[in-house]
């Protein structure tokens, strides 16, 4: 490398440096802010539609029906559809919400509700950016739920508006749980590649049964005990291993998530 | 001066529109599964016709937004992939004499192993520090390789499609 390459690569890692800690700072903000405001509103706009594409039931329009119908009664026929899709998904997210309220009434959790904007760039995980931050009390660790107290992530970065949750599937999540079978069993549900959820370190004496239900244990920091995770669906024992496996099915579908709950304290 | 001050607003708004797309594309499965890196892909494609040393600023400004939206901690996609593009810049205006395909594909592969390793440096050295969590090293191997792959075909598929449309205009109202 001769001198000007290493003056202009050494300039440029100063500039980087000098960005990075204006960002931390807090300097860049309303730049910030405004980028944010554009990528979100598309990107949100994408996260639905996925959403809305996947749940609705597609209905085939008949072509030859069609082609016969006049232009004006075809888009109105479209605005329709296009209605139809939107109120589905409020149905749904209404139901959604009041199952949450449902919850919420029950246990002196104080939480906050949420809107998913999108997923987060992560080269090995599985997270989701929600439209609460600092700002709404939000703190690292918190829990995340929908339904009825159905745990599906925490949090795990915070910036004055928006949070990172990080979902239950992701490589990285450990959450200590526990089995409601006789023994109370207790274990560390992970996440697998974003596609499943296992629950590791059962003592291998211990009885466990396809359909149990697992609960958080509230050992973990900031999860309190008692938050759905999800059912045994398989059980995985080898005699020479010191504890067993269970293979877990999710209560709460992770791909379809629209309106979540923060619990931003627990009493 | 207005010149420059028109092409940087134009640079800033394709940094915004290729961000856009990466953020909207990720919420489809086979993206995130896949996860080809759209700026690698891009950023090849554009050193291959024009390789001017303000592709460096163009990913200075694509990766810090796009850092925005990471779920790591500021400055890892920002520090790797503009110092990457550095490299590779470098690397592509020093070493290689021909603009093939050839080129292009060991320039994506290069571009993403030189991504992906300075970012997993720079989770090893934080991680001493106890300021990020470590990550699995056999999964990001694994994820890489896709990335790789992914990422090869896109940049292609780029190069190729500009390619073809860029002669048929050439063809069509310059030659002619």
């Known amino acids: 490398m001769n001198r000007n390459k290493k003056i202009t690569f050494l300039f440029i890692s100063l500039i980087i440096l000098l960005t990075i800690f204006l960002h931390s700072c807090g300097c860049l903000n309303f730049f910030e802010n405004f980028i944010k405001k554009v990528v979100f509103s598309t990107s949100h706009f994408f996260y639905k539609q996925n959403i809305s594409i996947e749940t609705k039931e597609l209905k085939d329009l008949d072509k030859d029906t069609l082609i016969t119908k006049i232009n004006e009664m075809a888009e109105q026929k479209l605005n329709l559809e296009n209605f139809k899709s939107q109120n589905q998904m409020l149905i749904g997210e209404n139901e959604e919400l009041k199952k949450q309220l449902n919850f919420l009434r029950n246990n002196n959790y104080q939480t906050i509700g949420a809107e998913v904007i999108s997923r987060a760039v992560d080269p090995l995980g599985t997270t989701l950016i929600i439209n609460v931050g600092e700002k709404n009390g939000v703190q690292i660790d918190n829990p995340v739920i929908v339904g009825e107290g159905i745990l599906i992530g925490k949090i795990i970065k915070i910036e004055e508006k928006e949070s990172t949750v990080r979902l239950i599937t992701d490589n990285n999540s450990k959450i200590g749980a526990t089995i409601l079978n006789q023994s109370k069993s207790l274990g560390l549900v992970e996440g697998g590649y974003g596609l499943g959820v296992k629950m590791d370190f059962i003592p291998q004496n211990e009885n466990i049964n396809i359909g149990d239900t697992i609960v958080t244990s509230g050992l973990t920091e900031g999860i309190p005990r008692g938050l759905l995770i999800g059912k045994v669906e398989i059980v995985e024992k080898e005699p020479h291993e010191p504890f067993q496996q269970a293979i877990l099915k999710t209560s709460a579908d992770l791909s379809y998530l629209t309106v979540v709950s923060v619990i931003i304290r627990a009493e | ?176």
Request: net charge positive; glycine share 2%; proline share 1%.
């Open chain 2, 1 to 176: 001066m207005f010149y420059k001050f028109l092409k940087f607003i134009f640079y800033f708004l394709v940094a915004l529109f290729l961000v856009t797309a990466q953020l909207a594309l990720i919420n489809y499965p086979w993206f995130s599964f896949l996860r080809p890196n759209l700026f690698v892909a891009v950023i090849s494609a554009i050193m291959m016709r024009n390789s001017h040393g303000q592709i460096v600023w163009f990913s200075f400004c694509l990766f810090f937004m796009l850092d925005l939206f990471s779920a790591n901690n500021f400055g890892f996609y920002f520090f790797s992939g503009t110092v990457s593009t550095l490299l590779i810049y470098w690397f592509f205006k020093e070493l290689f004499s021909k603009q093939t395909i050839w080129s292009l594909i060991l320039m994506i592969t290069l571009f993403v192993l030189s991504i992906d390793t300075i970012y997993l440096f720079l989770i090893y050295l934080l991680n001493n520090f106890s300021l990020v969590e470590s990550v699995n090293y056999f999964d990001f191997f694994v994820k890489m390789l896709i990335e790789i792959f992914s990422s090869v075909i896109l940049g292609l598929l780029i190069y190729l499609s500009t390619d073809l449309i860029l002669k048929k205009i050439n063809k069509k109202y310059i030659i002619n």
